[in-house]
Each structure stands twice: as structure tokens, then as C-alpha cells.
């Protein structure tokens, strides 16, 4: 079992910023990628941003240019920094872990981001 916990959600004006983190804990496997993805109220659950099996990044197109994902393997740990938050970026935010040799996705709690004036 892996566990996640995320931090770094909130309330913030648009044109602010938030930085979300996500540490992974439990059974952790070496061959891994984490990312996040994201839900409105009525939609579904999309990619925000993601490490790929190559080490790359992955963005949606709506958070290219304003959100960053990063991580630090030593410490299971990834963050999104996103900035030039609009309206629209409110949603419930989760993190996930995905063992690419289980094919085995864990997913965080989620933490909310809202952005409103």
C-alpha cells in the first residue's frame, strides 16, 4: 500500500498562486511516476500535470506556461506550483502515484483550490 498526503490547497484571488505538495509513503516502489490531476464540480477528472515514464513533464493545455510540477526522489515527493491562477483552475486537486510495473495507481485525499475575488 502506498499512502499520499497533500498539502497547499486554499482560497486565492485570481492572478495568485498556490504551491501544492504531495509525499508518498509505504510501500514505494524504485519505477514510479506521480502527477496530478484535478476535478470541478460536474466534470471529470483531469490531468493537470505529470512526470512521464521517460522523466519528462506532461501539461494540459489550459496550465502550460503557469503551472510547474516538480519532485524530489529521495523524499517520494512532488509539488505543483501554479501561478496566474484563474477561476476556472477551481477544483478539488489530487495527487497520484502509479507503480508502472504493478500498473497499480494510488490517489491522495485531494485538497481544494479555489479561486475567486
Known amino acids: 500500500q502506498v499512502q499520499l498526503v497533500e498539502s497547499g490547497g486554499g482560497l486565492v484571488q485570481p492572478g495568485g498562486s498556490l504551491r501544492l505538495s504531495c509525499a508518498a509513503s509505504?510501500?514505494?516502489?524504485?519505477?514510479?511516476?506521480m502527477g496530478w490531476y484535478r476535478q470541478a464540480p460536474g466534470n471529470q477528472r483531469e490531468l493537470v500535470a505529470t512526470f512521464t515514464t521517460g522523466g519528462n513533464t506532461n501539461y494540459a493545455d489550459s496550465v502550460k506556461g503557469r503551472f510547474t510540477i516538480s519532485r524530489e526522489n529521495a523524499k517520494n515527493t512532488v509539488w505543483l506550483q501554479m501561478n496566474g491562477l484563474k477561476p476556472d483552475d477551481t477544483a478539488v486537486y489530487y495527487c497520484?502515484?502509479?507503480?508502472?510495473?504493478?500498473?497499480?495507481?494510488?490517489w491522495g485525499q485531494g485538497t481544494q483550490v479555489t479561486v475567486s475575488s
Open positions: 509505504g510501500s514505494i516502489f524504485d519505477i514510479y511516476i
Open positions: 497520484y502515484y502509479r507503480n508502472l510495473v504493478s500498473r497499480v495507481t494510488y
